[in-house]
């Protein structure tokens, strides 16, 4: 009896942190039994929604004017995101310690480097379905990884990943493709 009544407590406490969250940052959406063990920090305006029994553990932090939708049955810890357009999160992903940016946030020719960042210097970033994104891996803008795939640790992402793939380094390289 009295592992379900510590179970009911767990459950309790998750419900109260989802409730202080949504009313903390009105850019927030829980979905069902979301589970937070850490902590969670919204900036700049971004809005963001986290699907169904997604666990966020250690600090998860969202940072600019743009929209993050992060699917069910994820996992995010100590992950960073920027986000100046959008960052789409499929179900059941991985995300561990790392970081990801749809914005290089600054021009690159040395004439227009100190202007305000245009258009060109931000792109969406789409994970697809059951994907594990390594500790301090860096996914830039742009990118699309495919679904199945898993992205190694310290792993600099700026290209599109195919689907079941492992991909390492940077620059990123394939070294293993599931078959099917």
């Known amino acids: 009896m009295s592992g379900i009544r510590r179970g009911l407590g ?47 553990n250690k600090l998860v932090r969202f940072a600019g004017p743009g929209e993050v939708r992060v699917g069910a049955d ?3 810890s100590a992950t960073w995101v920027g986000v100046w357009t959008s960052v789409r999160v499929g179900d059941r992903c991985l995300l561990s310690n790392c970081e990801l ?3 290089d946030f600054h021009n690159l020719r040395p004439e227009v480097r100190h202007d ?22 860096l996914v830039m803008k742009g990118v699309r990884i495919g679904r199945d795939s898993v992205v190694g640790a310290a792993t600099v992402v700026r290209a599109d990943v195919p689907p079941r793939v492992v991909v390492i380094g940077n620059p990123q390289q394939t070294v293993k493709k599931f078959n099917e």
């Open 10 to 56: 767990v459950r309790a406490l998750f419900a109260l942190k989802r409730g202080w969250y949504r009313l903390r940052y009105p850019g927030l959406s829980l979905g069902r039994d979301v589970e937070i063990r850490g902590r969670v920090r919204l900036r700049r305006g971004v809005r963001v929604h986290i699907g169904d029994r997604t666990r966020i």
């Open 116 to 137: 305000p960042p245009t258009p060109r210097t931000r792109a969406p970033i789409v994970i697809e379905d059951n994907v594990w994104i390594g500790a301090h891996a």
């Open 74 to 76: 994820c996992l995010l």
């Open 101 to 103: 940016r749809d914005s």
